[in-house]
Every structure is written in structure tokens, then in C-alpha cells.
């Protein structure tokens, strides 16, 4: 029998809006699943009562193991923070919720781009040219490529001239909060 996957999750952006947001719901879904699967959450700070929500009582210390990474998002070094970090902390894959991802980590990566909002409204041109170049990269190199809507990927598709097969589509959930009353 082979050793349960372990699975790397940049969640540097834990406590943004929108993408932290879908972290939160991501870990509090893969928490509540069954399974043997490990994860490490590579998070600004491992102390577990940083994160939000429900998250410090939901996430299990003996599967999600909390590394700190404090690497400045949209930085050089950010390109360099996940080189080698398969053989660091055992991962067999390394999910980047967000488009900007690392050179090499020595296994396969997924990534997640949720939308083309930098691409049709940067706060510059050197934010655009950043966005498409590390959009297009990742969604040409990536193992997995997740987006939230067909809407979405046929968008991506088109400006980053990449086949919109390269993309699954895994619309996002509903957080608990807004479940209709009894």
C-alpha cells in the first residue's frame, strides 16, 4: 500500500477578500472530507490561531501541517519561495489558489486562476503585462488548471490563447452562512 498523497497549498492569502475567502471554504471542505491525505499550508504565519473562521478548530494538527511563509505576494523572490519544496516537506502536489505561482517545486502543481480582472483592469501597465505573463505561464505549465465558470475559462482561453480544454471547472461553493432558513 502506498503512503497517503501529500498535498502543498499556498495560502499566503489566507486573509485577502476574495481568494482568501475560497481558501477558507477550500480548507474547511477538505477538513470535513474523509481521508488520508496530508496537507501543508504554507501561511503568512503557522500559528493556528491566525487563521480565520473556524478554520484554527476545523484543521486537524495530525493532517494539516502549518508552515510559515512570509514571502511578499507579486515579488522576484516569490518565484523562488516553493523551488525545492516537494523534497522539503514531502509534497506530492502544490496547488497555487491564485495565478501567480513558483519556479519549480519539484512536483506537479495545480493552479487556480479565478478570473481576468488584472488583465482588463490593472491599476497599470506593468500589473497588466505582470498578470498576462503569469497567467499564460501557468496556465500552459501547470498540471491542473481550475477556473470558475465556463464563462471564466472561455475568457481565459481567449486572452491567454490557450485551449479552454487545459481547464476544469470547479464553480465555487456557498459558504454555510447563506443556507437558506429553516
Known sequence: MSPAPV???????????????????????????????????????????????????????GRFRLVACDTPLYSLRELFTFWGAARRHGLDLLHFPHYVRSLDPGCPIAVTIHDAIHLSHPPG????VYAQAMMRWSARTASALFTVSAAVRDDLAARLRVPAARFRVTPNGVAPVFAPPA
Not at 499550508?41 to 486537524?60: H, I, N, Q, W, Y
Not at 501597465?125 to 497588466?128: D, F, G, P, S, T
Open 125 to 128: 501597465v506593468r500589473a497588466r
Open 7 to 61: 498535498i502543498g497549498i499556498d495560502a499566503r492569502k489566507i486573509r485577502d477578500f476574495g481568494i482568501g475567502r475560497y481558501l477558507e471554504g477550500l480548507l474547511g471542505g477538505l477538513a470535513a472530507l474523509d481521508g488520508d491525505e496530508g496537507y501543508v499550508l504554507f501561511v503568512p504565519t503557522a500559528r493556528r490561531e491566525d487563521l480565520p473562521g473556524a478554520l484554527p478548530r476545523a484543521l486537524a494538527p
